[in-house]
């Protein structure tokens, strides 16, 4: 049984390039463009991770955090912020809104799945 | 709609399997085997690279292209694409072919064009070794010799190998353009 | 384009990077346009914060350096704009407009694997430092030395620091937190993880789990003494809690082989800001006096919660970005994601505007106390990526459909089915269904002419600074939809126009000034839909066209006799002859030889026109008119003998049947008829197309009066007209080449091919023609190549 990742990110490149590199690590990778497209996306089924970039249009990062903490089904989900070395406060956002870790952007995929596997092996 | 037509007695089914996407397979006498489409057009035989050919239709009337030379016979749409056809016996200086409903068009591709080819029939699926193509005599004026590549002997007939991409080469088109 | 690396795992992501990069940097002109018209929103601001941040992502995926450092610092500048710190002023929108440029440069430079030279975009990165460091820029053209290195590493993978050799042991005493598990972390994986290491001995202490009636479930109670035989370094240890060293007690302590203690460490917080990864505290859980943890007192974004949690701070983050900003529900709000495909369902494109209420940064809340909810009118726009091979799979099967359509309709006709039945109301209603369908297919592939649109003010900016000029480029309708193909071939004329435009147009600022103009000059790019076409216009209000100079020429290179007069529009008009320039010198800008011509050409061969309206002194107005897609036309049949050719309804003004004395013969065979008190020139389709068996008595023909570019009207005879119908586009240059008089081909519902009259290029045409055949054959023929339509032969296979 595939472990199911919810990636979000207004970026189709980073989109395709942590889908290329989950669904090559074995996982089933569903995708959103922004916080409220992850929401409707999601639409209550199951996952075993999320990964989200902060800064999108149409809710952003950090709020979809709290959105999903807010919701029995996705409290225990780990959940991964993508942030920049230069903002610092983004983590901070993050780590309040209930988010599990981060992943600094740029990244390349062998540092992903690292992460990925920190929290979700 | 005629699929490939009649195949000679010394046809070797089992060679087919052996033709590789360039056409050649190497032989026990070294030298590649290749294969290619023979038809007639009047009294010579002539053949073009079987990886070519696309498909071999019937004839059928076909659209007629304002100013141009005589030998584009007009177009034809051939599933949605406009394919131009080209009357090989003109081409030749030979005139016009009066078609019957046994003449045959021969669509090729060369390159991403396609065009076909109008001719009498097509007589053959010749299987040669590349050692017993023998080079085109030297250039003469006649105008056909300037598509000739190659020839060769198949059952006592002998047969010239066509470069098609000559033969409908613009620069050619537009000079025939002007002679006429 | 991009050297296609078969070996290069990241091609295909490459090439979506830098569709994404055009499509971002496309939308960046526009929204750095708009901040130097004013507008400061802070929506506005994010967008183009969003645009960079975007491509630095994507940059540092596929190490692009020289885009990673440049976007690094640009960001940082933007970042600076849009948290308030520094105010938005015309040197900084300049800078901006530059690094713009460069950036676009960049992303060039990598997308065709070219090197990029050394001091590229150096100039610009010393103004953004300058900027940032509240200095004044520096000077143009002088290169500050330290440009370069004033960019710092962006960290990629880390060097693990002090990886010592030989095997040690670490005592590691670990004791979770509840927030380590609201923050969804799980101690079994940490135990594993560590156990990769090395040798690890785990022993558990249980002792504080209470009776199962006053166990909570979201608490912790057992605490893990661990010993660890490895030969990795303590980064490498660190690294295993990384996510959780604020949600637990953590003592981290190296012995040597004999068990002393050879030094107490416990983690520090602050030595993971700048790592790659990290995870988070709760606040509700902070460590007390342990002295495990270390604290470093560092404000907090959080306003609500105390402040006595030590927090990882960047090493050069001075400031803490605030954490909310002013949400103004009327504010514009900016698209900064890409739809690819925005297809409108009707006609009349509304630019879908996002209303975005969420501030960009909420307050932060906890895990446990829900969000406030905020009021959201977020106009959902849903959009799919769709590869344009489908859709144009698509669009060839809907013309199938079309044909195969009028081949059953026709083949009904011949039946004398009465049309009554239901046979026949089937086959009308279907017509209407495949119409439907055909416009919502073709509707897909509608763009915004913004995507070419956005890529002139750059060029306006590169050639006016070339020539000394000012100038304000203004564009109006960008958001007009035309089919994707009209996209791609506009930008080739529009460059060459607008360059010509400002070339030959617009004057010097002196030469403005004397003319009692304004220094700037003014160039304006409009799209507008009139008439089932797109109308594109460019107008300078510079001098206008030199008639005197224009003749003078035309008459030197014998465009025209030496004895013609020619109105006023005439002169106009020559400077789309062929191989004309009026250019004094040879410039980079406009050489010789490649002029409007080339660009009229361009333009026919898209089936639109080109026209020019000018008066000395006041300006010049270019219109290119094209159609909406490149696909299908509404078409006339008409019949010349045994032949069939389709003309385009859009050229037809009318249609009538000659009065014998209407018609008058010229000195050279020409035939014209008298309209309304004007001469016209009659093509004959059937001299022209060397058509058998046609009506030879002008008299007993039709003339179909059709208007052509530079408002030229012809008469085309023809014998008879079979109907109206929407036909599909063929080209007949994917497998032939241009034919003179011909634009293209269709298939008529009976599977023949009909070809489609190239109006312009009969206007152009001599009567006496056939003595240009060859001639005319060689030009175009050959210039035309064969340009190879793949597409409509893959779509046969």
């Known amino acids: 049984m595939a472990k199911k ?117 | 709609m005629v699929e490939t037509s009649s195949i000679s007695s010394d046809f070797d089914p089992r060679k087919i399997g052996v033709i590789q996407d360039d056409n050649s397979s190497v032989d026990a006498d070294g030298g590649d085997i290749v294969q290619f489409v023979s038809f007639k057009v009047g009294d010579s035989e002539y053949c073009v690279d079987i990886m070519a050919v696309r498909e071999i239709k019937g004839w059928a009337e076909v659209t007629d292209l304002p100013n ?59 299987t040669v070794n590349t050692n017993e193509i023998l080079p085109a005599p030297t250039l003469d004026k006649k105008s056909e010799q300037k598509f000739i590549s190659g020839l060769m002997t198949v059952q006592e007939r002998m047969v010239a190998l066509l470069e098609i991409e000559k033969l409908f080469d613009l620069e050619t088109i537009v000079e025939a353009a002007i002679e006429e | 384009m991009l050297p296609s690396m078969q070996d290069d795992p990241f091609y295909q992501f490459k090439v979506t990077f830098f569709e994404e990069c055009d499509e971002l940097l496309g939308n960046m002109e526009s929204y750095l346009t708009d901040l130097e018209e004013g507008d400061h929103d802070s929506e506005l601001l994010n967008a183009i914060f969003r645009v960079v941040h975007s491509i630095k992502a994507g940059a540092g995926a596929f190490s692009f ?169 303590r980064d490498d240890i660190d690294e295993v809690f990384e996510f959780v060293v604020d949600d637990c007690d953590l003592t981290i302590v190296e012995k040597d082989c004999t068990g002393k203690i050879t030094g107490v460490d416990v983690t520090a917080a602050s030595d993971l800001g700048d790592d790659d990864f990290g995870f988070f505290v709760n606040e509700e859980d902070l460590p007390g006096n342990q002295a495990s943890s270390n604290q470093s007192a560092e404000p907090t974004v959080d306003q609500e919660d105390d402040d006595d949690f030590g927090f990882f701070v960047d090493v050069d983050a001075g400031e803490v970005e605030a954490g909310v900003q002013t949400n103004d529900e009327n504010s514009k709000s900016y698209k900064a994601d890409s739809l690819p495909v925005e297809a409108p369902a009707s006609s009349e494109a509304t630019a879908s505007v996002k209303q975005s209420s969420m501030p960009q940064a909420p307050v932060p809340q906890t895990a446990n106390a829900p969000v406030a909810e905020k009021p959201t009118s977020v106009a959902k726009v849903s959009s799919i990526r769709v590869d344009i091979d489908r859709v144009d799979k698509l669009v060839n099967m809907v013309g199938e459909i079309v044909i195969t359509h009028s081949m059953l309709a026709s083949e009904l006709t011949v ?106 000059g003014k160039i304006l790019l409009s799209a507008e839909h009139r008439g089932g076409r797109i109308v594109i216009t460019i107008a300078d209000d510079g001098r206008g066209i030199n008639r005197p100079k224009v003749l003078e020429l035309a008459k030197e290179k014998g465009v025209v006799e030496e004895s013609q007069v020619l109105s006023d529009e005439e002169i106009d008009n020559l400077i789309f002859a062929p191989g004309f320039s009026t250019a004094d010198e040879v410039t980079d800008l406009s050489g010789r030889g490649v002029g409007m011509d080339v660009v009229r050409r361009n333009i026919q061969s898209l089936g639109g026109r080109v026209s020019v309206v000018s008066e000395p002194g006041v300006g010049s107005r270019f219109q290119l008119t094209l159609p909406l897609t490149l696909a299908v036309l509404d078409g006339m049949v008409v019949g010349v003998g045994e032949q069939k050719f389709v003309i385009p309804i859009n050229n037809i003004i009318e249609t009538l049947r000659p009065e014998k004395e209407a ?65 599909v586009i063929k080209s007949l240059e994917a497998n032939f080449g241009r034919v003179e008089g011909i634009a293209s081909a269709t298939i008529l519902g009976n599977g023949s091919v009909c070809l489609i009259l190239d109006i312009d290029g009969l206007a152009d045409m001599d009567s006496s023609n056939q003595s240009d055949t060859a001639h005319y054959l060689k030009s175009n023929m050959l210039s035309s190549g064969i340009s190879s339509d793949v597409s409509e032969n893959e779509a046969a296979q």
């Open chain 1, 5 to 121: 990742v919810l990636a979000v990110d207004d970026s189709k490149t980073m989109r395709d390039m942590v889908s290329f590199t989950l669904s090559g690590a074995g996982f089933e990778v569903i995708l959103a463009e922004d916080g409220a497209h992850a929401l409707s996306v999601l639409n209550g089924q199951s996952v075993d991770l999320v990964i989200t970039d902060v800064n999108m249009p149409n809710m952003n990062g950090i709020e979809l955090v709290g959105k999903l903490r807010e919701n029995p089904l996705y409290k225990t989900v780990p959940i991964l912020i993508l942030t920049t070395e230069s903002d610092d406060s983004i983590k901070g956002q993050g780590r309040a809104a209930g988010a599990t870790g981060w992943i600094v952007k740029p990244f390349v995929p062998d540092k992903l799945l690292k992460v990925v596997a920190k929290v979700c092996p």
């Open chain 2, 68 to 126: 141009t030379p005589e030998f584009v016979r007009g177009v034809l749409n051939l599933r949605g694409i406009i394919v131009p056809i080209f009357d090989l016996r003109c081409r030749f200086g030979q005139g016009l072919t009066e078609c019957t409903a046994l003449h045959v068009m021969i669509i090729l591709q060369v390159e991403d064009r396609i065009m076909g080819i109008l001719v009498d029939a097509v007589s053959d699926i010749i």
């Open chain 3, 65 to 233: 350096e020289r885009m990673v450092n440049f976007t690094h610092r640009f960001e940082f500048l933007l970042d600076k704009l849009r948290d308030g710190s520094m105010t938005v002023d015309d040197t900084i929108v300049r800078v901006l407009f530059d690094s713009n440029d460069v950036l676009v440069d960049l992303v060039d430079f990598a997308r065709n694997g070219a090197e990029t030279p050394r001091e590229f975009g150096a100039h610009e990165l010393a103004k953004i430092e300058a900027l940032i460091n509240g200095e004044s820029l520096p000077e143009e053209g002088a290169l500050p030395a330290a440009a370069g290195s004033a960019v710092p590493e962006v960290e990629g993978e880390k060097s693990k620091a002090g990886t010592d050799a030989g095997s040690k042991v670490f005592e590691i005493d670990f004791s979770p937190k509840p927030s380590l598990f609201q923050h969804a972390n799980e101690p079994l994986l940490i135990i594993r993880e560590l156990s990769g290491l090395g040798d690890l001995k785990v022993s558990l202490d249980s002792s504080m789990i209470p009776e199962l009636h006053v166990m909570e479930p979201e608490k912790s109670y057992f605490t893990w003494t661990f010993e660890l035989n490895t030969e990795a370094s």
């Open chain 3, 415 to 520: 039946l004398q089915e009465d049309r009554q039945t239901s046979l026949g109301s089937g086959i009308e209603e279907m017509s209407m269904h495949i119409r439907e369908l055909q416009d919502n297919v073709m509707a897909i592939r509608m763009q915004p002419v913004k995507s070419v649109f956005s890529r002139m003010p750059r060029i306006v900016r590169d050639v006016s600074k070339k020539l000394d000029k000012k100038v304000k480029l203004v564009t109006e309708g960008e958001n007009t939809e035309v089919d994707k193909t009209v996209v791609e071939e506009l930008a080739d004329p529009l460059t060459h126009m607008i360059r010509n435009s400002l070339d030959h147009g617009l004057e010097t600022p002196d030469e403005r000034i004397a003319a009692g103009k304004p220094a700037e």
């Open chain 3, 663 to 727: 018609i008058k013969t010229l000195v050279d065979g020409t035939h014209v008829i008298k309209v309304r008190g004007e001469y016209i020139r009659l093509v004959e389709t059937r001299k022209t197309f060397s058509v058998l068996n046609a009506e030879t008595d002008l008299s007993k023909n039709l003339v179909v009066l059709v208007e052509a570019d530079g408002d030229r009207t012809i008469g085309i005879v023809v014998d008879k007209l079979s109907g109206q119908q929407q036909v």
